[in-house]
């Protein structure tokens, strides 16, 4: 049989990354989806291609509707059907509190968080689920635990958007149950990948790490096994759940 397809959008870095190479060596064919960082992206593909599993990188801003259908279609045509998707692309920016936050830049963290995963994620159903043809699937959407602590003082945007992420993976997940599909969410704490920095603090896991219950940040890793263990076959009767991977926060 063919090697099962995953689509991992915002693949070329941190979790998305991990989990990509993760996935590819537990058997998967891997999309590995970015939006700007093509050089890192082709040179996990070709880490994926050496190591002798398929994979292809594919540029698509998944805010914008029709770039989500073309990198669906892409993998159709370049590696077939798809088994598995994990929403993990995801931004927040600058922290700062509510009330300097205009309504672009809550626009703009909605886009990529919330409606490019409803758009992967309904391209997705079109394509597993048994009602329409579909051989069926799992998706795992990369939620965080600030959905339920709010981010104070950091970005509250992004915190809501995460808990729209959940309600999706919830609201779905009942949806397409009796359809051959399972979809759940993985919501990590604080961990060490390139987010941080965009949020204006790069050393934000060495900051918050030893305060936690496991006295330390997480590493991408982490998080990937947690996916990988959601998407396959070992979790056949969980659906519209969450792992928490935040060293106990
Ligand atoms: P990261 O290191 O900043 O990587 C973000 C990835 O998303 C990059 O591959 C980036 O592509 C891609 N991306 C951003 N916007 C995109 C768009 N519009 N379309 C397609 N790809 C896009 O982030 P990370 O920490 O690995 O985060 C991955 C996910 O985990 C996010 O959903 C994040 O909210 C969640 N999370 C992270 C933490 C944490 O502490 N790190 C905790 C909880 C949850 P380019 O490289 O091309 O820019």
Redo the contacts with the bound molecule.
Sequence with gaps: MADPVILI?????????ATARLAAERGYAVCV??????S??DALVSEITRAGRRAIAVQ????IEA?VVRLFETVDRELGPLRALV??????EQQTRVDRIDAARIGRVF???VT?AFVCAREAVRRMSTARGGAGGAIVN?????AQLGAPGEYVD?AAS?AALDALTIGLAREVAGEGIRVNGV??????????A?GGEPGR?DRLGPALPMRR??D?IE?ARAILWLLSDEASYSTGTFIDVSGGR
């Excluded at 959008?9 to 990354?17: D, E, K, L, N, V």
């Excluded at 698509?60 to 805010?63: K, L």
């Design positions: 959008t915002g693949a070329s870095r941190g979790i998305g990354a989806n970015y939006l700007r960082s093509q890192a992206a698509a801003d998944v805010a770039d929403n993990n692309a995801g931004i927040l886009a990529t968080n490019g990369v939620s965080s635990r600030a992004y995460k919501r990590g704490g604080i961990i060490y990948t390139d987010i941080h965009s896991v940040g997480g991408a998080v």
